[in-house]
């Protein structure tokens, strides 16, 4: 049995035949825990396992590269499938689907693909770049565009097959 472990300012423990790599306290550089690959060019990677690590994704691996891009892997089917990479300029790629309850975003959207919204309320300017399609050859939908004028709006009725012009 062990007790308390006393390991002195910028020491390291060691690991590997060729110590590739450290753990320690970086006292005279960034004040923290310090785990290092101790190869030039060459990836950190810690591996994490639940469960004794033997059933299918029971592993995951965190991989720091070298020029900063940091993966997120999980184990399946015996190699490793990234999930999750952030890059140098702060960009994360997921693989897969984002479940979120809710999600605030300040800046521009880029969405490529089909976008299914079951509601949409838009406060500001909307440009659409091509066509606008309200519903499907034999199944319409009303369309009304309202004006200033209390009641001055042209509807599409679907089931009337009518274009109205009310006020």
Do not use: C, H, P
Request: proline letters at 0%; charged letters at 25%; glycine letters at 10%.
């Amino acid at each position: 049995e062990w007790g308390d472990v006393y390991i002195a300012d910028d020491k390291y423990i060691q690991f590997g035949n060729d110590q590739n790599v450290l753990v320690g306290y970086d006292e005279d550089g960034d004040d923290s825990l310090e785990i290092r690959q101790n190869v030039e060019g060459a990836a950190l990677a810690i591996t994490f396992k639940a469960d004794q690590g033997d059933d299918n994704a029971d592993q995951w691996k965190l991989n720091f590269a070298d020029g900063g891009t940091v993966t997120f892997q999980s184990k399946t089917s015996g190699s490793y499938a990234t999930k999750q990479t952030l890059d140098t300029s702060g960009n994360l790629t997921v693989t897969g689907e984002v479940a979120a309850a809710s999600l605030d975003i300040s800046g521009n959207v880029d969405i490529d693909g089909t976008t299914n919204l079951d509601a949409v309320d838009i406060d500001g300017a909307v440009q659409l770049d091509a066509t606008l399609t309200i519903g499907a050859n034999d199944q319409g939908y009303d369309v009304i565009l309202y004006g200033d004028t209390a009641s001055a709006n042209m509807t599409w009725d679907t089931s009337a097959d009518d274009l109205i012009f009310n006020g």
